[in-house]
């Protein structure tokens, strides 16, 4: 009997520190009865049926992101059905968003191939956040991708437009980037660019070529203004006794020049010096004084071939003499 008092005593001590261990006890929570254990319930079925009804998984990000295309609702145990057609997924692999266009398959369709924009106006906004002026900075582009044969993913090219030039203005260019064809997903191959000063800058390419001389004679491509001012300039005709000479397409010579000769003597001009003689010889020449003195006087072709032209100026007098000599 002592023993059991003894038992009590320490009972009702227990019970009376409880409250200050864990705190009052309230009657009136769930865990007083069974409506806990009943609710826990409740809750858990809830939740599958909103998991079902709206496409996710409560217990994991939203929606559908991962590697593997998905064949059943977020539940994972529910089959796809005619409900879920409009269900977002994102592949984990490249963060590519696809619509479920077909719940039979099912048949996941990629927005990066199906999107399109339909309006009066329509438009398509990139806007770079960072606050900066630096060159080049403030871009944004769109990148075209493909696969290889063995299912290699790489970048082909990219259309870039960022600011042009340091200043804090709203400058812009343009730029296409293209893949050198080892480049991965770093294309760095710049074909043409854009200035907002209404310039086009090249690159070394097929298109424009920047060749002083115009060897190539390439057909299919466009000198720079730099290669052909320094072409044009570098052209000089070759000089002889006094005169010009010059070849046109087709083969016509063009042979001029002026010189001073002693009057009644004859002065030969020696086309050969030139480093060009006519081919035939059917040549024909003029030649005139410039002393109105002497008005009367001519000058007398002497001789005229392929080599020479001898002219005689009749009057004792020297004189400033221009001649032309044209053939083939």
Same mark, same amino acid.
């Not at 003894?6 to 009702?12: A, C, L, Q, R």
């Not at 203005?169 to 907002?196: F, M, Q």
């Not at 030969?268 to 109105?292: C, K, L, W, Y």
């Given at each position: 009997? !002592?023993?059991?008092?003894?038992?009590?005593?320490?009972?009702?001590?227990?019970?009376?520190?409880?409250?200050?261990?864990?705190?009052?006890?309230?009657?009136?929570?769930?865990?007083?009865?069974?409506?806990?254990?009943?609710?826990?319930?409740?809750?858990?079925?809830?939740?599958?049926?909103?998991?079902?009804?709206?496409?996710?998984?409560?217990?994991?990000?939203?929606?559908?992101?991962? /590697?593997?295309?998905?064949?059943?609702?977020?539940?994972?145990?529910?089959?796809?059905?005619?409900?879920?057609?409009?269900?977002?997924?994102?592949?984990?692999?490249?963060?590519?968003?696809?619509?479920?266009?077909?719940?039979?398959?099912?048949?996941?369709?990629?927005?990066?191939?199906?999107? /399109?924009?339909?309006?009066?106006?329509?438009?398509?906004?990139?806007?770079?956040?960072?606050?900066?002026?630096?060159?080049?900075?403030?871009?944004?582009?769109?990148?075209?991708?493909?696969?290889?044969?063995?299912?290699?993913?790489?970048?082909?090219?990219?259309?870039?437009?960022?600011?042009?030039?340091?200043?804090?203005?709203?400058?812009? !260019?343009?730029?296409?980037?293209?893949?050198?064809?080892?480049?991965?997903?770093?294309?760095?191959?710049?074909?043409?660019?854009?200035?907002?000063?209404?310039?086009?800058?090249?690159?070394?390419?097929?298109?424009?070529?920047?060749?002083?001389?115009?060897?190539?004679?390439?057909?299919?491509?466009?000198?720079?203004?730099?290669?052909?001012?320094?072409?044009?300039?570098?052209?000089?005709?070759?000089?002889? /006794?006094?005169?010009?000479?010059?070849?046109?397409?087709?083969?016509?010579?063009?042979?001029?020049?002026?010189?001073?000769?002693?009057?009644?003597?004859?002065?030969?001009?020696?086309?050969?010096?030139?480093?060009?003689?006519?081919?035939?010889?059917?040549?024909?020449?003029?030649?005139?004084?410039?002393?109105?003195?002497?008005?009367?006087?001519?000058?007398?072709?002497?001789?005229?071939?392929?080599?020479?032209?001898?002219?005689?100026?009749?009057?004792?007098?020297?004189?400033?003499?221009?001649?032309?000599?044209?053939?083939?």
């Amino acid at each position: 009997m !002592k023993r059991k008092q003894i038992i009590f005593g320490i009972t009702v001590i227990l019970l009376a520190w409880l409250p200050i261990f864990m705190g009052a006890w309230d009657n009136d929570k769930p865990a007083d009865s069974d409506a806990w254990n009943n609710a826990a319930g409740f809750i858990r079925d809830n939740n599958d049926a909103l998991e079902v009804e709206f496409g996710i998984d409560l217990a994991l990000p939203h929606p559908y992101f991962q /590697s593997a295309a998905p064949t059943l609702k977020p539940d994972g145990s529910t089959a796809l059905d005619s409900g879920d057609n409009g269900r977002l997924w994102v592949d984990s692999d490249d963060n590519i968003i696809y619509i479920l266009t077909a719940f039979g398959g099912p048949t996941w369709t990629a927005q990066t191939a199906a999107s /399109s924009i339909a309006a009066s106006d329509a438009t398509f906004t990139l806007q770079n956040t960072d606050e900066e002026d630096s060159a080049g900075g403030r871009q944004s582009r769109f990148i075209h991708k493909g696969e290889q044969s063995g299912g290699e993913v790489t970048t082909l090219g990219f259309w870039e437009i960022s600011h042009d030039g340091t200043s804090d203005d709203e400058k812009g !260019k343009a730029r296409l980037v293209l893949n050198s064809g080892s480049e991965g997903n770093s294309p760095s191959n710049i074909p043409i660019s854009y200035t907002a000063d209404g310039k086009i800058a090249v690159s070394t390419s097929l298109s424009v070529l920047d060749e002083d001389t115009l060897s190539s004679d390439d057909d299919k491509v466009l000198a720079t203004q730099q290669s052909i001012k320094a072409y044009v300039d570098a052209i000089t005709d070759p000089a002889y /006794s006094g005169g010009q000479d010059h070849t046109f397409v087709g083969g016509l010579q063009i042979k001029f020049g002026k010189l001073t000769t002693p009057g009644g003597t004859t002065a030969t001009i020696t086309f050969a010096t030139a480093g060009a003689v006519f081919d035939n010889a059917a040549i024909v020449a003029f030649a005139s004084h410039t002393d109105v003195s002497q008005a009367t006087d001519s000058v007398v072709i002497q001789t005229l071939n392929t080599t020479t032209l001898g002219l005689l100026y009749s009057t004792n007098v020297n004189d400033d003499i221009y001649w032309v000599a044209i053939g083939y």
